[in-house]
């Protein structure tokens, strides 16, 4: 079945310690997103990626990274993490923007 | 920045009760969407309705819009303990690139 794998599902880190998120997907989507959820808020967007079109929201903290070396594949980096960044990070597809999104399970970040 | 605002932000209802959540926006749309979110879930997309469309059904999945109001309605009728989730909507706002998300209405359904 198409879907967006996320990995790992769980990952704890130490306080400023690095931090690489993987996202895939079997859909060959145009878009990928990356979004940040606390609390059962609503999911944050902190970049998405046209292709190779890289796209950072204003307030996405320069902490934050992403590569997406093929159409598969996307990370995010966080290169050191702070209690604040304890979230969920979920991973989202879609052909083209603002047409229906695909999510990853998410991967729950725990900052110790 | 938030777009949609969803009243209520919480409801509990009684499993086969009917469960009605509203969305309502600012800007003009295109299109507005609704997805699912267990907990500690990922998100799941319900319904997609354009801004020509008034009424769009799918399974026990009601969803109304009204663009001279600015809001849309997702009624969840037979509800079912599953059902138990939150619900978000999203706009795309005229934007190029990304949706618009509401806070979430969390639906409680009770045995």
């Known amino acids: 079945d198409a879907m967006v794998i996320q990995n790992p599902r769980y990952q704890v880190t130490q306080f400023g310690k690095p931090v690489t998120l993987s996202c895939s997907q079997t859909l060959n989507h145009n878009v990928m997103y990356w979004y940040q959820q606390k609390s059962s808020q609503a999911p944050k967007l902190l970049f998405h990626y046209y292709d190779k079109d890289f796209n950072n929201e204003a307030d996405t903290p320069d902490n934050f990274q992403s590569r997406r070396p093929n159409t598969s594949f996307c990370f995010l980096d966080i290169r050191s993490p702070g209690l604040g960044d304890a979230a969920m990070y979920l991973c989202?597809?879609?052909?083209?923007?603002?047409?229906?999104?695909?999510f990853g399970p998410g991967t729950r970040l725990t900052v110790l | 920045s938030q777009q949609g605002e969803e009243d209520p932000q919480a409801l509990s209802i009684q499993e086969g009760e009917n469960a009605t959540m509203n969305c309502s926006y600012k800007?003009?749309?295109?299109?507005l969407q609704w997805y699912r979110q267990n907990s500690g879930r990922g998100l799941v997309h319900l319904i997609l309705i354009r801004s020509n469309e008034r009424e769009k059904h799918s399974g026990r999945l009601r969803v109304t819009l009204d663009t001279s109001k600015k809001s849309s309605s997702l009624l969840i009728t037979a509800s079912r303990a599953a059902d138990t989730a939150s619900y978000f909507c999203?706009?795309?706002?005229?934007?190029?690139?990304?949706?618009?998300w509401g806070a979430g209405t969390k639906l409680i359904i009770k045995p």
């Open positions: 989202a597809t879609s052909m083209r923007h603002t047409d229906e999104q695909f």
């Open positions: 800007t003009s749309i295109n299109n």
């Open positions: 999203a706009t795309d706002g005229r934007s190029n690139y990304q949706l618009i």
